[in-house]
């Protein structure tokens, strides 16, 4: 019997680590609460302390959550692990018949070689397992970029013919792209999710080894009752001192946290969108996402979809699982804070959606959970912002009414936050907060010096303890920063204001730092930081002491962000051993083959300079192999009479004028259209040179050189 159905029949053993996980959230709030009430009532509360108060409750039990998850996590990982968890139902060793799999890598204009080297290293990975017969992978296009687009096609040949990957390995470009990612794959699904039992979603930048996936189907394959199968993709390929902060962080903290969530939430976890296996039927049948009411940014088609695809897998009866001890399971993470913020954007507007859903009929109180904190994710950055700058008004009111009561006396009264008396109770409520905030990084650092071979991936003890304390201070100063900018993110869409589907950077671009961009994202943060703190210290230089862990950060947020952003500052880290992860010290085999491939590819990027703007058009009009691949990866349609003619007037316009002056939207419809692939291809051959532009002229006379790079190495 499955353990999630041996879960299901002891429903009380589950409640009781759900009461004991929810009555700590509760305890540690309401000590805090009596601290913060006993600060703030001493002549009755006035309407702007009761509304700190509220604040202080929301925002203090947000953390005790995350607080209690890591303690928990500690102390299942201090006693050696859950006996509860559904890796246990796959004794090492133990081979599982699998069932057919397809692996499916939506793409939305990324790096051509990272995609293709990146699915190369997991396709020869599962080759190695000896299980390949029960994979198909399919890259799901939907690129608007006309030469991304041709260059996917060309680097998915390419990979077909070096792996012996035909009717293995599939590509399809949609021809409109509905719904983003979560449109994508369902799109896949009714086409042809019913040949498959199972899928397995990777993003573009996710790597998996052979044995991970193996393990998934095989999971999945001994647990029926389970539809959903989440790992913990571990952060890699960090070059900025940022994304190695990340990496570091992420990678050493993470395993409380997992091991927290895991204990409470069991067989009702969440989807994270990718690096998960998926039972196929099941989420056909149920995870269809609904339209939400009214329009963008809060209604309308769902951006966060995961979470949502979780809730309605639970609400039919099947289990999620998280399986966190899964090794082999990989992502990057964005280069710089800026890039981070942009993701983030997209994200708060997913997340603010899931506030409809709070009280959806039929949800789990466990999923309703998820999107609560999915929402308060973000949410709680205007709330403490907004709780600052309440407290800057009650510091501002008390010593002003203070000094009209004491005159001349009253600095001395005011010395200490403006209350003498009150500095114990604060200081209490300040330690406990600290406490909460950073012991689980404490009890992360003692549980790895505990084991001096795991220690020794992170360059050993000494250096984790410098790295630890470099990460702490970095992440202090960047708290403010991602305050500013979740609020920021939350008050536009509270404005109506939604969100581009834009391509994620995901990897720097060396050392020129880009101070224009730094200027415009963070000078309204410098702006504002400064003259909040000048207002602090006018008012109260105590105060402004006290606040200047915030304001401090955001007034120095362009200097900081560029010097996140250097790959040469992240190199210098790496050589001195600090914000080692053990995928860097010891990678495993797949990351090792992936960089030497990608380093291959990149090396020969300058030989194609002086065409690249086009060059996957030029490929796909000149190159009769690519051209003839491309036409025969088209659907055929029937062009109505007058599409011929305008068809006709932008293939005589491309010729005669070469594509610069062409939109991108022009470029899709020829692109788009098999008869004027082939007419262009046809007429570019047989035309005068002289009736050509000078740039066909020079694609020509060029392309026999370019042709000698390798195909997957042409674009970032």
């Known amino acids: 019997m499955s353990l999630y159905l041996s879960e299901k029949m002891d429903e009380r053993r589950l409640d009781r680590r759900r009461l004991l996980f929810f009555s700590s959230i509760f305890a540690l709030t309401s000590i805090a609460t009596w601290f913060m009430a006993d600060l703030l009532w001493r002549d009755g509360l006035s309407g702007l302390e009761v509304a700190l108060l509220v604040l202080f409750v929301i925002l203090f039990a947000h953390v005790a959550a995350g607080f209690c998850t890591a303690l928990v996590g500690f102390y299942v990982i201090n006693r050696g692990g859950d006996t509860s968890k ?9 081979e599982v018949p699998l069932a057919s799999t397809a692996i499916v890598m939506p793409v939305f204009n990324e790096d051509v070689s990272r995609v293709f080297e990146g699915l190369r290293v997991v396709y020869r990975s599962v080759q190695e397992t000896r299980q390949l017969e029960h994979f198909d992978f399919f890259v799901l296009s939907d690129s608007n970029d006309p030469n991304q687009w041709v260059q996917e096609e060309v680097a998915w040949l390419e990979l077909c013919k070096q792996v012996s990957g035909f009717g293995r390995i599939f590509y399809r470009k949609r021809r409109h792209s509905i719904n983003k990612k979560a449109g994508n794959v369902a799109d896949f699904l009714r086409r042809w ?3 498959y039992r199972y899928m397995i979603v990777l993003d573009a930048d996710s790597i998996m080894t052979g044995r991970a996936l193996v393990q998934l189907v095989a999971l999945m394959e001994r647990n029926p009752a389970v539809g959903i199968i989440q790992t913990a993709p571990r952060m890699f390929n960090g070059e900025t001192l940022y994304a190695r902060l990340q990496s570091f962080a992420s990678r050493l903290y993470s395993p409380l946290f997992l091991a927290g969530l895991n204990y409470w939430q069991q067989h009702e976890g969440n989807y994270w969108g990718h690096n998960a296996v ?11 996402l609904p339209d939400l009411p009214g329009t963008e940014p809060f209604g309308g088609r769902i951006l966060s979809h995961d979470f949502v695809e979780a809730a309605l897998m639970r609400k039919a009866g099947w289990g999620v699982w998280l399986a966190d001890e899964i090794e082999g399971s990989f992502e990057e993470g964005p280069p710089t804070l800026i890039d981070s913020a942009k993701r983030d954007r997209r994200w708060c507007q997913g997340n ?7 009280s959806a009929r039929g949800f789990r109180p466990a999923n309703r959970f998820h999107l609560l904190m999915g929402v308060l994710g973000y949410v709680s950055s205007p709330l403490w912002l907004l709780f600052m700058l309440l407290c800057t008004v009650h510091v501002f009111s008390q010593v002003t009414a203070t000094r009209g009561a004491l005159g001349d006396s009253a600095a001395d009264y005011t010395s200490f936050f403006g209350y003498e008396f009150q500095m114990p109770a604060a ?3 300040f330690g406990l907060t600290m406490l909460l905030l950073f012991l689980p990084k404490v009890t992360s650092l003692a549980v790895t010096l505990g084991r001096p071979e795991e220690a020794a991936r992170y360059g050993g003890r000494r250096r984790l303890v410098l790295s630890v304390l470099g990460e702490g201070v970095l992440s202090a100063l960047l708290a403010p920063i991602n305050m500013i900018f979740n609020s920021k993110f939350v008050l536009f869409t509270l404005l109506g204001q939604g969100v581009s589907w834009v391509t994620q950077r995901r990897a720097a671009e060396g050392d020129d730092a880009d101070w224009r961009e730094a200027i415009i994202t963070h000078g309204g ?3 504002f930081g400064f003259v909040w703190g000048l207002s602090c210290y006018i008012i109260s230089p105590p105060f402004f002491f006290w606040l200047s862990p915030v304001v401090i950060p955001l007034v120095f947020s362009i200097p900081l962000s560029i010097m996140l952003s250097q790959v040469r500052l992240g190199q210098s880290a790496r050589k001195l051993g600090l914000f080692l992860t053990p995928e860097e010290s010891m990678p495993p085999y797949e990351l090792k083959r992936l960089h030497q491939n990608l380093a291959e590819c990149y090396r020969h990027l300058p030989a194609i300079k002086p065409l690249r703007a086009d060059y996957g058009l030029l490929q796909a009009v000149l190159d009769p192999y690519v051209n003839a691949m491309h036409v025969a990866l088209l659907r055929q349609r029937k062009p109505t009479e007058e599409s011929r003619e305008w068809f006709a007037l932008l293939r005589a316009r491309l010729l005669r004028d070469g594509p610069a002056r062409f939109t991108v939207k022009e470029k899709m419809a020829l692109l788009l259209d098999a008869e004027s692939m082939i ?3 046809r007429d570019l051959w047989t035309c005068p040179a002289e009736n050509l532009a000078e740039w ?3 694609a020509m006379r060029q392309y026999n050189v370019l042709t000698a790079v390798p195909t997957t190495a042409l674009y970032r």
Not at 86 to 94: Q, R
Not at 278 to 288: V, W
């Open 696 to 698: 066909w002229r020079l």
């Open 278 to 288: 998926i039972r196929i039927q099941p989420f056909i049948d149920h995870c269809a």
């Open 86 to 94: 559904i890796l246990i139902t796959l004794p090492a060793g133990e």
């Open 193 to 195: 999710g019913r040949r």
């Open 679 to 681: 007419s262009l291809h």
């Open 352 to 358: 603010m959606q899931h506030a409809w859903l709070l």
């Open 525 to 527: 943060q410098t702006a």
């Open 427 to 429: 200081l209490s409520l």
